[in-house]
């Protein structure tokens, strides 16, 4: 009987929490943190395809481009 307590109270505890998730405020800080995820996702691999450039370049003996020229 205790554990079917217990499982009813977590129930309830996820389905309240979901309730909250639902509502305008829930639902921008859902988006908001969506967006982050994207923007440092979108960072990490701008991050790597400039560090794999380089190692590319260094490889071929490519110099580097001059910054004004970019």
């Known amino acids: 009987m205790g554990?079917?307590?217990?499982?009813?109270?977590?129930?309830?505890?996820?389905i309240t929490e979901a309730q909250a998730n639902i509502g305008p405020d829930?639902?921008?800080r859902a988006v908001g943190?969506?967006?982050d995820?994207?923007?440092?996702?979108a960072d990490a691999?701008?991050?790597?395809?400039?560090?794999?450039e380089g190692d590319l370049r260094s490889a071929l003996g490519i110099n580097e481009p001059d910054a004004g020229a970019r």
Do not use: P, Q, S, T
């Open 3 to 14: 554990i079917g307590v217990a499982i009813g109270v977590i129930a309830f505890r996820k």
């Open 26 to 28: 829930g639902l921008n």
């Open 33 to 35: 943190r969506l967006a």
């Open 37 to 41: 995820g994207f923007h440092d996702f």
């Open 45 to 52: 691999v701008r991050a790597g395809m400039r560090e794999r």
